[in-house]
């Protein structure tokens, strides 16, 4: 009896839980009933879900960064290593771009460490 199976029996297996359309096209599994919903709904509850969808998706998006900016942050003054300096100015070009408003400048102002006279 073979304790592992051979890596083509591994692929077919892996794909045995994916579908094909009529056409060829690789389905994912519970594609159909997607599908199905999607033929239910409206165009303006479509719009409406996908809006929430993304509204959800660039609220955690966002938290998120923060979170890696304050990590990064708290490493930095602890380690002052390079590399938590990178995921801190990794982390505020993130926070830059998603909001133009933000400024690292202000941020250092607030809670970084007093300017030298």
């Known amino acids: 009896m073979e304790l592992h199976a051979s890596k083509d029996a591994r692929r077919r297996h892996a794909l045995d839980d994916f579908h094909y359309s009529a056409t060829g096209t690789l389905l994912l599994p519970g594609f159909d009933a997607a599908r199905s919903l999607a033929r239910r709904l409206s ?23 923060w979170n890696a900016l304050l990590d990064g942050y708290v490493d930095w003054q602890k380690t002052h290593a390079r590399d938590a300096r990178r995921r801190l100015a990794r982390a505020a070009r993130e926070l830059k771009r998603i909001d133009p408003s933000f400024s690292l400048k202000v941020f250092r102002e607030k809670w970084g460490p007093p300017r030298r006279a």
Not at 45 to 56: G, K, L, N, S, Y
Request: no cysteine; hydrophobic share 20%; aromatic share 8%.
């Open 43 to 65: 165009e303006g509850e479509v719009f409406h879900i996908e809006r929430q969808a993304q509204e959800r998706f660039e609220d955690e998006h966002r938290r998120h960064t």
